[in-house]
């Protein structure tokens, strides 16, 4: 769409999908998404074509491969930054023990505050509390993110 992506519209769209319901492996605004539905459609919606195919994955995708597979696809399609400069438009992804994968992201739409989809609910955005903070796993900006 534009050389240069603006955090503001990253966090735009991002709030755009509040309210779309969980649906694994979904990527569809307003029908359905998991967490990595809403970065795919994010990033459909800012940059435009998506970089990769997704394959079919299961629920515990994560602990089956025993890969960090989030992690090393993050790597590949976005830049990775400290989480002391994250900023609203840059996405966290978190893993919920030490010793496994990451396994779930979220797009920082606020200084203290995130939008993400998770089971069971819709597409919220919720405040980083201290629970959050303590299972981050990585911090990556969208490519040509400017402020």
């Given at each position: 769409?534009?050389?240069?992506?603006?955090?503001r519209a990253?966090v735009?769209?991002?709030?755009?999908w509040?309210?779309?319901?969980?649906?694994h492996q979904?990527?569809?605004?307003?029908?359905?998404c998991?967490?990595?539905?809403l970065?795919?459609?994010?990033?459909?919606?800012?940059?435009g074509?998506?970089?990769?195919?997704?394959?079919?994955?299961?629920?515990?995708?994560?602990?089956?491969?025993g890969?960090?597979?989030?992690?090393e696809t993050?790597?590949?399609?976005f830049?990775?930054?400290?989480?002391?400069?994250?900023?609203?438009?840059?996405i966290?992804?978190?893993?919920?023990?030490p010793d496994?994968?990451?396994?779930?992201?979220?797009?920082v739409?606020?200084?203290?505050?995130?939008?993400?989809?998770h089971?069971?609910?819709?597409?919220?955005?919720?405040t980083?509390?201290?629970?959050?903070?303590r299972?981050i796993?990585?911090a990556f900006a969208?490519?040509?993110?400017?402020?």
């Amino acid at each position: 769409m534009t050389s240069n992506l603006e955090r503001r519209a990253i966090v735009a769209a991002a709030r755009g999908w509040i309210g779309t319901p969980y649906l694994h492996q979904a990527s569809l605004r307003g029908v359905g998404c998991d967490c990595l539905g809403l970065l795919r459609g994010v990033w459909r919606e800012t940059i435009g074509s998506e970089p990769e195919i997704v394959p079919p994955y299961s629920p515990d995708w994560a602990e089956a491969v025993g890969e960090d597979l989030l992690l090393e696809t993050a790597r590949r399609h976005f830049r990775e930054i400290t989480i002391h400069a994250v900023a609203p438009g840059d996405i966290i992804l978190f893993r919920w023990r030490p010793d496994l994968p990451a396994k779930h992201a979220a797009i920082v739409s606020a200084p203290q505050s995130m939008v993400h989809a998770h089971d069971g609910a819709c597409v919220c955005e919720v405040t980083i509390v201290p629970a959050w903070t303590r299972r981050i796993a990585g911090a990556f900006a969208f490519p040509n993110c400017t402020t």
